[in-house]
């Protein structure tokens, strides 16, 4: 089925300049960007995204993090995209993800880990309304679907 997914890159992926090599791992996977932008968040969405961790340990710093300084916001679509993404970015904890992920070959720290991405549908609906209007996000054909998702597509 297909499926649309949020994608952050996270403050360290701008300052450590490594959007355009992150979003072309997504890209040369075949998934299609339908919404894009880069943003410097506020408290009150933060606490928004990430409202399901609101009162562990780890929010406060988590808050502070994701608004240290501009991210950038991705919608990305494929049949399968929400599992996709998710394992593309590797696990939460750098140490644990598999060599080949971008937090597997690209961070070192869970509190620098890069990425964010939504973990099942309700999440991604949410999501991809926190951080997009309607209108940003597009529907559009590509040519090239044929030969990364079949002739059917
Ligand atoms: P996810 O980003 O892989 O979905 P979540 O469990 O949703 O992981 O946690 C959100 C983010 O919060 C993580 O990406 C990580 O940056 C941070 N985080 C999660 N657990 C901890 C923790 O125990 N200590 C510090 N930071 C954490
Ligand atoms: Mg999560």
Do not use: C
């Not at 992150?22 to 894009?36: D, F, H, M, N, T």
């Not at 408290?43 to 988590?62: D, I, M, Q, S, T």
């Not at 991705?74 to 593309?88: D, F, H, K, Q, Y």
């Not at 939460?92 to 939504?118: C, F, W």
Request: avoid cysteine.
């Amino acid at each position: 089925m297909v499926e649309r997914t949020l994608v952050l890159v996270k403050p360290d992926g701008v300052q450590r300049q490594l959007v355009g090599r992150i979003v072309a791992r997504y890209e040369e996977r075949g998934l299609k960007i339908v919404g894009l932008k880069l943003v410097h968040v506020d408290r009150a969405l933060a606490e928004r995204h990430y409202a399901v961790h609101k009162g562990k340990p780890f929010f406060e710093g988590l808050v502070a993090f994701i608004t240290s300084g501009p991210l950038v916001a991705l919608a990305l679509e494929a049949p399968n995209a929400i599992g996709l993404v998710r394992t593309m970015n590797g696990a939460t904890k750098p140490a644990e993800a598999a060599p080949g992920t971008i937090r597997g070959d690209l961070a070192i720290e869970m509190g620098q880990n890069l990425v964010h991405a939504s973990d099942s549908p309700e999440s991604a609906a949410t999501e991809l309304a926190i951080w997009f209007a309607p209108g940003e996000l597009l529907s559009f054909d590509r040519e090239i679907d044929r030969w990364v998702l079949g002739p059917q597509s």
